[in-house]
């Protein structure tokens, strides 16, 4: 019987173990991102930078409730992969997208858009980004109405 018991025990706290780490992070948050283009805390990881060989760079973001970058663009576009939380995505004359969790959104090169956090959830994703053709462009503020999703 103590056997058993010691046996459902030690199962028990296995499978505990293991489903804790499915919901731990894949990668560390990184450094709180400091720039004049985002209302809020973002923190940015970069995972593997542009070189010699590979003209592209990846990066992983998380945003804190209510964060959100400026109205921006890429010149050689760029792709967001969601890892995590709940945010919004917006072009410029579109309405805003709401993201989630293994949802992709692929940035058209020169295409002006935004991407945040929504105001109660925190937002991951990881950005690759091709280099080769120039660094991002930033234009102004979202302002409350884009944010809000309000035309």
């Known amino acids: 019987m103590l056997i058993r018991n010691l046996v ?3 199962t028990g706290t296995a499978l ?3 489903v804790m780490g499915q919901n731990a992070p894949l990668f560390p948050r990184g450094e709180q991102a400091k720039t004049d283009h985002q209302v809020g805390t973002i ?6 930078p542009a070189d010699s060989s590979f003209s ?4 992983m973001a998380t945003f804190a ?3 959100r970058l400026h109205w921006h663009s890429h010149p050689g576009g760029q792709i967001l992969l969601y890892t995590d939380g709940v945010g919004y995505y917006q072009e410029r004359g579109k309405p805003r997208q709401t993201v989630r969790k293994g949802d992709v959104i692929r940035c ?3 295409v002006e858009h935004w991407h945040g956090a929504t105001p109660t959830s925190g937002v991951t994703y990881i950005a690759t980004t091709p280099t080769q053709k120039g660094k991002t462009s930033w234009f102004g503020r979202v302002t409350d109405a884009d944010y809000s999703g309000k035309p």
């Open 65 to 67: 409730p209510d964060a």
């Open 43 to 48: 923190w940015l990881n970069e995972l593997s």
């Open 8 to 10: 459902m025990l030690l």
């Open 56 to 59: 592209f760079s990846t990066t």
């Open 16 to 18: 505990s173990i293991s």
């Open 108 to 110: 058209q090169p020169g």
